[in-house]
């Protein structure tokens, strides 16, 4: 996988917030209501009443469209998650607010359905499916939820819903609901004890998968909200790469590319007022669980986002609940997080409006520590192997002084700025080979034209008129090249010729020394010195052998000639072809038409 961002393997990353101001709706309207959030023009800041409050991107009323949140706030974080690094959206604020909406937790597997989670399978299997070739993917979906403070397995094939009375669905309440356990890893990680990580290879059966969590999630009605989430959400989506080698590649690029890294969307349950949402009962009891688990959220992000606190090494309540430590990697740990505050803009909600801003405030001073998730073994591979190769060195450089290891520890970094210096050169250099690529192309159509123009003005001083000299153009330019051709078929046959002379009058030469030297070797060898008739004799058989040579190499140059003559053909045809589409571009409004050139 090409990760575009260059990443140290260590990365201090704040948490993201942005607000999310859905519009008002129909109970809202009916009961009068007003919208009393103000959005400075231009800026991501929203006020209301005496408040201002300043985030990382603000979305909805006037402010830049909801539809925008997928692509500024969530897609970094799938590139991210593709470079090995945790990834969390989480969803916060008051009852009715938008936050389901807003994630798109309630999927029902319509096509056109919006919302975050939809978004991101399609981009990852798209991501996947364009990144296949060199790595292996294995990707796995789990969907809790926490209800009245117990874990609960969204995807739990075995857990039938049961639908009790008008909107509520209890599935909490069905007998075969068992809770799960939370664990701690040995390094400090928090794992769910048996919750269905179900391997899926199609955005098809991820999102078949999320419907059905979806449908099995605990909704309930409420004067706030008629299908109210009475939990909190976590849908998470488990990626683990492996660079696939080949063999000779794995000698070389050593095997520790394994990259593990989750992308947690969380819905929250919606913090409620008993007083206005008329809960009592069993909704009562879930709205004090649901503000319970809100309060630990909020106690967490107050201990992360004070400065002071935090320098002070503070302790921060992870364990205060279930919500907070399944989250603790998302806030002030291994994570990349954006936070969504849902708001109303109602002004009878704007009690609750304040509160959500104020609590989104301090979030944005959260501190997380990303890194990338290397598989143990391998990480612990490459770093044994790095190790390996500086003690190598030391050792070697140990041997000859301490002066040397100075010289060493200089020449490393003079070998890392180098290989900066040399990065930036050879994309500079890339880039000058493109312009000069270029400025060739340029001068050659540039040449072309002037050729063009000369013919023009030349035919126009002959006295045609404009549209002869048009219509001529491509006949003329056809006649141009093929004059040009010609010509230089003739100079270069007349230079082979030259060349060819040259080397037949040598070789005949050697030969009639050759050759006379050998006679003269018979004849001082005791033959009789010819008569008159024989040596006539010599010189015809002499001159035939000429002439059978000359003939033979007079065939070679016609040969030569023929083939000289096929490869200009081709030429000429390639450049006629040049010409057609150049022509072809002209007539669309390019720059080289003559007669804008001539206009200007
Ligand atoms: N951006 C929006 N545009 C139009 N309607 C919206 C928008 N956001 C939310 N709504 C509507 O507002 C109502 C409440 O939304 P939603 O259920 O998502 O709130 P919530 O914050 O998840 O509530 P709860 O915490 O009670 O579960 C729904 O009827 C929903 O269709």
Known sequence: MECSEVAPHHQKDSVKVAVNIRPL????????????????PGEPQVQI???????DHVYGSKSSPSSLIFEQCVHPLIDSLFCGYNATVLAYGQTGSGKTYTMGTNYTGEANCGGIIPQVMETIFKKVDALKDGTEYLIRVSFIEIFKEEVFDLLDASHAALRL???????????????????ETVNGGITLAGVTEADVKTKEEMA??????????????????????????????????????????????????ILSSKFHLVDLAGSERAKRTGADGLRLKEGI?????????????????????????????????????????????????VMIACISPADSNAEETINTLKYANR???????????????????????????QLQTELLFSRSGSAALEELQLLQQKVSLLEL???????????????????AQRALAAQLEKDRLMLKLESARNGKSWDAIENADTDQDVDIMKNYILKI?????????????????????????????????????????????????????????????????????????????????????????YITSHKTYTQQGGDTNPRQRLAR
């Open 421 to 439: 210096k040399n990065s930036e050169l050879n994309h500079e250099l890339k880039e000058k080979e493109l312009s000069c690529d270029q400025l």
């Open 289 to 337: 669980h649901i503000n319970r688990g809100l309060l630990a959220l909020g106690n967490v992000i107050s201990a992360l986002g004070d400065e002071k606190k935090r320098k002070e090494g503070a302790f921060v309540p992870y364990r205060d609940s279930k919500l907070t430590r399944l989250l603790q990697d998302s806030l002030g740990g291994n994570s990349r997080t």
């Open 49 to 55: 009443g005496p408040h201002v409050f300043t985030y």
């Open 208 to 257: 078949s998968l999320l419907a059905r969590g979806s449908s099995s999630r605990a909704t309930g009605s409420t004067n706030m909200n008629s299908q109210s989430s009475r939990s909190h959400a976590i849908f998470t989506i488990s990626l683990e790469q492996k660079k696939v080698f080949s063999a000779s590649d794995k000698l070389a690029c050593n095997d520790y590319n």
């Open 165 to 183: 009375d008008s909107g509520y669905v209890a599935k909490a309440a069905a007998p075969s609901r068992v809770p799960i356990q939370i664990r």
């Open 363 to 389: 979030a944005r001073n959260i501190q997380n520590k990303a890194v990338i998730n290397r598989d143990p073994v391998t990480a612990e591979m490459q770093r044994l192997r790095s190790q390996l190769e």
């Open 25 to 40: 709706i129909t109970p809202e309207l009916l009961l009068g209501c007003t919208d009393c959030v103000t959005i400075t």
């Open 489 to 577: 078929q003739q100079l270069e046959g007349e230079l082979m010729r030259q060349k060819f002379s040259t080397t037949c009058k040598n070789g005949l030469d050697d030969r009639f020394t050759m050759e006379k030297d050998l006679l003269l070797d018979d004849l001082s060898s005791g033959c009789e010195l010819g008569t008159p008739d024989a040596s006539s004799e010599v010189d015809e058989e002499k001159e035939r052998e000429h002439s059978s040579m000359q003939d033979k190499l007079d065939n070679e140059l016609q040969e030569l000639d023929k083939r000289l003559q096929q490869k200009e053909i081709g030429r000429y045809w390639g450049y006629q072809f």
